[in-house]
């Protein structure tokens, strides 16, 4: 080390101009916010979708369709997955348990078994609904349904 090649540690120098420091700072009195306004106090955040006061996007487009408040949703399960399910675990009977348990639903989750796939093991299936193909292949499988 000698004194012609001393430099200072990497990163100690040119630091970013420190705002709201005053007319000394390099960015005046104002602090590069300007005049008057919301957008020059402290504390301001733009609202999502603000546009400037103009009319926003989403109150300027109509109001359509309907929303029904009683609607019941399900979270679906293929035949495919059962018979995955069942291949892999062994189980001779799928339920809500069994279905929370392998991580396909939460416990909250109304369940619909719908017939994509094939189900090849005579499986005991309990869930909130059913669609009539895989009622029927569950019931030629040599399995049974239960309707919660």
């Known amino acids: 080390m000698e004194l012609n090649n001393l430099k200072p540690a990497k990163g100690s120098t040119h630091h970013d101009k420190r705002v709201g420091r005053g007319a000394g700072s390099g960015h005046g009195g104002y602090s ?28 300027r487009l109509p109001k359509f369709g309907f929303t029904n408040l009683k609607r019941v949703e399900f979270k679906p399960i293929n035949l495919s997955t059962l ?34 796939g094939a189900l090849t093991a005579a499986v005991a299936v309990t869930a909130h609904a059913f669609s009539k193909s895989a009622e029927a292949a569950i019931v030629a499988a040599g399995g049974s349904i239960v309707k919660l």
């Open 32 to 59: 590069t916010r300007g005049n008057k306004g919301a957008q020059s106090r402290s504390g301001y955040s733009q609202k999502l979708g603000f546009e400037g006061g103009q009319m926003p996007l989403q109150r």
């Open 83 to 116: 018979d995955a399910l069942v291949a892999k675990t062994g189980v001779a009977e799928v339920n809500i348990d069994t279905l929370v348990a392998a991580g396909f639903v939460s416990g909250n989750d109304r369940v619909k078994i719908l017939g994509n």
